[in-house]
């Protein structure tokens, strides 16, 4: 086809696709879109236009990977479970809040290439998060780590030749009584940051955002916005979003796919599947001829709970004006959103706390929390000035099958074996695949998804 006659084609399309648009945000009903495809690689549009992809979820994994072969010209299906776009970045004002709030992700960790590069292509503002630490223990405040033992820390892993696990490296070099607490911060730091067991947790996988200096931020409108900035590429590119299209088995053989959703058969010549780590290895797509999946089990995927509650004002900032995080002893970690000034506070429970306390009722986990940080604030009377709550849970029985990965010593050699694909026809991508094993964030989803599309376009191009 010759780019004249694919530039109508487009066009044409574009029509059609924007009722698809403002079903997905009816913030597209009124926004001026940027008409122009892009055609910096117009040769390759050419060389390309023919293929076909079907990308399953629409998280950012998803998303990414549908932008950057639709940008190419590929002809695109994205098929989406759930009723909106977003997977585990998910902007909402759920009932009884004044203000946006984050179900799922929330930080920019750093100066993310790839995040913050479409932050700026979507206009979108963002400000230096506070990541001033405190602990609340025993019925008082301290600065959260000895940093004493934290020196030493960041030193040896600095120097660590070899992966181990985060025990083993406690065990080699922080025996003894003298470090009996840092251990168990160390500890809990791994079941409460990164999801994740400390008898299995790789220290190369936690040693740079453990031991980073680097700035963090936040989004001032929400992750939300991204992404639908990211969707709304996808469609004047002339890609489709198929939202409530949960696919439940993958025929295949090389160059070919067939993708069931429901009694309904979508075809292409390959597959990128975006679902969560967790969803992997609950089986939950089902692959005919049957594919080896054991590698996805070489990965860690944890638990978490998030709980977001809104005050009728900030009651911590009398005595504590400038609070960042607060860890408390019971394993609950807490954050303000001090840099955007809201009476809004998080609530945290990591890993295995997160399986015990899933089992309880949202008041149940809510009065928990309130407990303790009526023990912090006993002069606030927190539970009075409380104005709404709610809980999200990342379990293995929700949607999610759980929160996020985390890394193993043996992780990094399944990761890329997975991103070599197979037989150039089926694809994974998401945050548990990123394959430098920078895993658990927005950015690796977006690093992630981006890759397996370039595999794809390439491997189209050879084959
Ligand atoms: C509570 C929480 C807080 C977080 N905080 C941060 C943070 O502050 N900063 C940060 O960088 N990262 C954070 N993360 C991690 C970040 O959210 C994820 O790394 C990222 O959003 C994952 O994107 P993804 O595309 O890989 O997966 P997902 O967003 O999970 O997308 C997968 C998509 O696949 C869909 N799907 C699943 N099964 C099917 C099926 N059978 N058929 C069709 N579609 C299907 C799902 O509905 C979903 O939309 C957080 C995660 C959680 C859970």
């Not at 750093?110 to 963002?126: D, F, I, R, S, V």
């Not at 602990?135 to 004493?148: M, Q, R, Y």
């Not at 639908?228 to 996808?234: E, K, P, S, T, V």
Request: hydrophobic share 40%; net charge neutral.
């Amino acid at each position: 086809m010759q780019v004249p006659e694919r530039l109508s084609m487009i066009r044409a399309k574009r029509k059609t696709l924007r009722s698809n648009l403002a079903q997905i945000n009816p913030i597209y009903k009124t926004t001026q879109l940027d008409e122009k495809p892009d055609l910096k690689s117009s040769g390759f549009l050419l060389e390309i236009s023919s293929m076909k992809a079907i990308v399953i979820g629409a998280g950012a994994a998803g998303l990414m990977a549908a932008y950057e072969l639709t940008r190419k010209g590929a002809d695109v299906i994205i098929l989406e479970a759930d009723n909106r776009i977003g997977g585990r970045i998910h902007t909402l004002i759920p009932s009884g809040f004044t203000q946006p709030i984050e179900a799922g992700a929330e930080f920019i960790h750093g100066h993310l290439p790839l995040t913050l590069a479409l932050m700026e292509q979507a206009k979108m503002p963002y400000v230096e998060a506070s990541m001033a630490m405190t602990e609340f223990k025993n019925g008082s405040f301290t600065a959260a780590f000895n940093s004493e033992h934290w020196e030493r820390f960041e030193k040896i892993v600095s120097l660590l030749k070899r992966d181990c696990t985060l025990n083993e490296l406690l065990d080699r070099h922080f025996r003894g009584p003298v470090f009996k607490d840092f251990r168990m911060q160390c500890q809990q730091m791994a079941q409460g940051l990164d999801l994740a067991d400390p008898d299995k947790l790789s220290v190369f996988c936690i040693r740079e955002e453990w031991t980073s200096s680097e700035s963090q931020y936040r989004t001032v409108s929400g992750y939300g916005p991204l992404l639908d900035f990211l969707a709304h590429q996808i469609i004047i590119n002339g890609g489709q979003i198929l939202l409530n299209h949960r696919v439940s088995k993958i025929t295949w053989d090389k160059g070919n796919v067939a993708v069931k959703v429901g009694s309904d058969i979508f075809k292409a010549d390959s597959v990128i599947v975006t679902t969560t780590l967790g969803n992997l290895q609950q089986r939950q797509i089902a692959f005919k001829p049957k594919i080896d999946d054991s590698l996805f089990e070489v990965i860690g995927f944890g638990n978490v709970l998030k709980i977001v509650m809104e005050f009728e004002n900030a009651f911590w900032e009398k005595s504590h004006p400038d609070l960042g995080f607060l860890f408390t002893d019971n394993d609950y970690t807490f954050w303000t959103q001090l840099e955007l000034r809201r009476p809004v506070l998080m609530g945290w429970i990591g890993n295995d706390k997160a399986s015990d306390l899933g089992a309880l009722p949202d008041s149940e986990i809510i009065a928990q929390l309130l407990y303790k940080l009526g023990e912090a604030f006993p002069e606030s009377q927190v539970q009075k000035v409380l104005k709404a709550s709610v809980v999200f849970r990342y379990t293995p029985d929700q949607p999610t099958s759980g929160g996020y990965s985390w890394t193993m010593p043996q992780s990094l050699k399944a990761i890329r074996k997975i991103n070599e694909g197979i037989e150039n026809t089926l694809w994974f991508a998401g945050e548990a695949f990123e394959r430098t094993g920078n895993v658990a964030t927005v950015e690796a989803a977006f690093q992630s998804g981006r890759y397996s599309a370039r595999k794809v376009l390439r491997s189209n191009l050879l084959d």
